[in-house]
């Protein structure tokens, strides 16, 4: 039971190019949230889903894209990263009614 | 957006002593959450606060939501090394969509 796995670790990337980061949980929860945090700062959310099928923005969703693949995944692309996301990125998963998250490892990204 | 905020940004004290948090947000919650993160880790939950004027107890912790619901604090007794790191309040309005406090760093001096 690996709980929330996150890939890449580390990424750089240059202005202007895309990438995606991947999540997933196994432990059989329905909702899945992506934060990022800046240095010194709390977390703000990005995009969130409910369950699987559905997403909704969060605080910060302005140069985001989101992919509930199914119950296990949930995907956050970057489509033209700008050094203003660089950032650690968080993964985290709920099980419904419970609301306890629990955060992946992170992905710390730097854009040049 | 809403608005939560936590106090103070950091606190350095001396093994020992004791310490506190606190996280108020502009409007009602439904609940409120306080995580712990370690330095270049990632946050793991501590507790949930649902109810008006709750006050949970993890050994040393101690846990409060406001009569309000919209102010939470976090005490800390007798603080050890092991507790340094950063705490974050998490305010949710909606039950399922979080919005994060700045955090309170805490620094234990042996």
């Known amino acids: 039971n690996a709980g929330v796995t996150q890939t890449p670790k580390f990424q750089v990337l240059k202005t202007g190019q895309s990438m995606t980061l991947q999540c997933a949980q196994d432990?059989?929860?329905?909702?899945m949230y992506w934060y990022r945090q800046d240095p010194g700062m709390g977390l703000r959310l990005i995009y969130y889903s409910a369950s699987e099928g559905t997403t909704d923005k969060g605080e910060v969703p302005n140069g985001y894209n989101v992919s509930r693949l199914n119950k296990r995944e949930f995907s956050l692309r970057l489509e033209s990263a700008a050094p203003s996301q660089t950032s650690v990125y968080f993964c985290?998963?709920?099980?419904?009614?419970?609301?306890?998250?629990?955060f992946g490892p992170g992905t710390r990204l730097l854009v040049l | 957006g809403q608005q939560v905020m936590q106090i103070p940004q950091y606190q350095h004290v001396q093994e020992g002593e004791d310490f506190t948090t606190y996280c108020n947000s502009s409007?009602?919650?439904?609940?409120i959450q306080w995580y712990k993160q370690r330095p270049g880790g990632h946050p793991v939950f501590l507790i949930q606060l649902v109810k008006s004027g709750e006050v949970k107890k993890q050994k040393r912790l101690t846990f409060q939501f406001g009569e309000a619901k919209k102010n939470s604090s976090l005490h800390i007794t007798a603080t050890q090394t092991t507790d340094v790191g950063t705490y974050f309040c998490a305010c949710a309005y909606n039950f399922n969509k979080f919005y994060f406090g700045s955090g309170t760093k805490l620094n234990v001096k042996p």
């Open positions: 409007t009602t919650l439904s609940n």
């Open positions: 432990m059989n929860h329905n909702s």
């Open positions: 985290a998963s709920t099980i419904l009614g419970v609301e306890t998250q629990y």
